[in-house]
């Protein structure tokens, strides 16, 4: 009996102190193992010791002794919420769900629960199911503003322009909030096409009201010069962020926004070292680079202009390998799903970008065709002729470049389906054939060309 009661006062002091220390948690665990046999642990002294093991993130225990609570008692809401925390942590999303949706359908009003399964669709990005969750607390608290921006975060995500109205509402109840004040401005800004000059021009009211509030903010003084920028006011723009930079701000932003606005005013020579600390920052930026060599081709170094243009036609140029890589990869894509005439399109394609892989990519064209000669006598006159192209490009490929091991085979095969072609001419008395590439263009071959292919 003495040591139930010693026990009793370790669980009512552990349930007092949330923030205890993980020493506490430790001698809280051995406690009630060298107090209770194990079979024995179940309903709060489940849950406390379930709490325990939470708090040294040990999940797995803590699922264990959450799941005991639970079996005690179904109906607890707690339980349910506990139990289904630490599925998530496990990993068991399914689970998760399924027992924050029995806590939710024993009380829909119950806040907790309605809460995690909105961040939980949330996190598994199904926008509408967590708006639709957000919306159902927000019913219950309709000035809640962490609720108000939830719906709006689930609306943004869903592109509606109607997370607007959401925003605004919570920032006109947190006008000081400058982190939910950016967070309107931008969706505002992001949906100006619907209406481009409203959406402006309310995006600036927004960011002058929390000026008032936060009048030093660097980061709403920087909203209000893009502002100004996509308004075409560039001076303000450029005198804004020009005094930023002055101040210490050396935000990438800010030297984009000034070299745009000083460039739109045609202030070349004054832009140049804005632009190149915007070019400095990141080399492969197209715009910095080419906005930075029309600025030195107006004023007073022409040959870098003409280098810095030569940089932007060769990152506006892929290269041939980057080229012939997504043309490869895009074949073996439409082949992996028995996408063929998609596959030779881009096998052909490959073969044309890249002279020495031009071998190999006809090996892929030629393997696509699974040809033998039944198969090609019941072949459609068309698919015939892309056969016929595919095997005589492969074989004029081959005389130009000696014989590779692993292409013996490739070689004797595409012969072999040639040879067929002769026969059915020697039959038809013809002396020349169509043939389509994979692009569709069309072509002649002659009986001759076949005859030395197929030597």
Not at 169 to 196: D, G
Not at 319 to 325: A, G, I, N, P, V
Request: overall charge negative; aromatic content about 10%; some cysteine.
């Amino acid at each position: 009996m003495k040591k139930l009661i010693v026990l009793f006062i370790c669980l009512s002091a552990y349930n007092l102190q949330v923030d205890a220390q993980s020493t506490n948690y430790k001698e809280l665990i051995q406690t009630v193992h060298d107090q209770i046999p194990e079979r024995e642990i179940a309903g709060d002294t489940a849950r406390t010791l379930a709490q325990a093991y939470e708090g040294l993130l040990k999940y797995r225990e803590a699922y264990t002794y959450y799941s005991r609570w639970l079996s005690a008692d179904s109906t607890s809401i707690d339980a349910l919420n506990a139990t289904a925390r630490m599925a998530l942590q496990l990993g068991r999303i399914e689970e998760g769900e399924d027992l924050y949706m029995k806590a939710y359908a024993i009380d829909s009003t119950h806040f907790n629960s309605g809460l995690q399964l909105a961040r939980l669709h949330f996190q598994l990005r199904n926008w509408d199911k967590a708006c639709d969750y957000y919306y159902a607390l927000l019913l219950q608290d309709t000035s809640n503003v962490n609720l108000l921006k939830s719906v709006g975060d689930c609306l943004s995500e869903m592109g509606s322009p109607v997370a607007v109205e959401f925003y605004e509402e919570a920032v006109a109840l947190n006008k000081e909030n400058v982190s939910l004040t950016i967070t309107l401005i931008n969706t505002l800004l992001e949906n100006r096409r619907h209406a481009p000059e409203v959406f402006m021009r309310r995006s600036m009211v927004v960011c002058d009201t929390a000026l008032i509030y936060n009048p030093e903010n660097r980061s709403l003084l920087r909203s209000k010069g893009v502002i100004f920028y996509l308004m075409k006011e560039y001076h303000a723009c450029d005198s804004i962020m020009s005094g930023l930079i002055a101040a210490g701000d050396s935000t990438i932003l800010n030297f984009r926004y000034v070299s745009l606005a000083k460039y739109e005013q045609n202030h070349f020579f004054d832009a140049i070292p804005y632009l190149n600390h915007y070019y400095q920052h990141d080399t492969t930026n197209i715009e910095a680079a080419m906005m930075l060599g029309v600025s030195l081709g107006r004023t007073y170094d022409r040959r870098r202009a003409l280098s810095l243009f030569d940089h932007v036609e060769k990152l506006i140029q892929p290269t041939e390998e980057m080229l012939f890589q997504l043309a490869l990869q895009r074949g073996m894509v439409y082949q992996s799903t028995a996408n063929h005439p998609e596959s030779a399109k881009h096998y052909w394609q490959a073969a044309q970008i890249s002279k020495k892989n031009q071998r190999a990519m006809l090996g892929r064209l030629i393997n696509l065709y699974a040809m033998n000669k039944s198969r090609l006598e019941q072949a459609t006159p068309e698919r015939q002729s892309q056969v016929l192209f595919a095997f005589v490009v492969y074989l004029r490929s081959v005389e130009e470049t000696p014989a590779e091991k692993e292409s013996e085979n490739n070689v004797a095969h595409a012969k072999y389906i040639l040879s067929l072609y002769l026969e059915d001419m020697f039959f038809k008395d013809v002396n020349r054939l169509s043939m389509e590439s994979p692009d569709g263009k069309r072509e002649w071959v002659t009986r001759q060309e076949l005859e030395r292919l197929t030597k």
